[in-house]
């Protein structure tokens, strides 16, 4: 059975920087990143595939990167120029599978 566990997140300024990481226990197929938001739905972020082909959110397009490596069965989320609406817990998932979600603040 595929468990995910994720790490980084935290709290930055407008503008800062974050990475997220997203282990897999089990095989590594395609890897999605999805966010909530207080009072929001939850809504899709970036993935990337099995053969590395990655897919983006408008409204992230640009400022994050969606990557992974193989041989350590993880999956990164890196996103750049942060903007107080990307304020959120941010999931990762692999088929039914997902991660227990880490809270990304941005905040001045």
């Known amino acids: 059975q595929v468990q995910l566990v994720e790490s980084g997140g935290g709290l930055v300024q407008p503008g800062g920087s974050l990475g997220l990481s997203c282990r897999v226990s089990?095989?590594?197929?395609?890897m999605r990143w999805f966010r909530q938001a207080p009072g929001k739905p939850r809504e899709f972020v970036a993935s990337i595939t099995g053969d590395g082909t990655p897919d983006y959110e408008q409204s992230v397009r640009g400022r994050f990167t969606i990557s992974r490596d193989n041989a350590k069965n993880t999956g990164y989320l890196q996103m750049n120029n942060l903007k107080p609406e990307d304020t959120a817990i941010y999931y990762c998932n692999m088929n039914i599978a997902w991660g227990q979600g880490i809270r990304v603040t941005v905040s001045s």
């Open positions: 089990g095989k590594f197929s395609t």
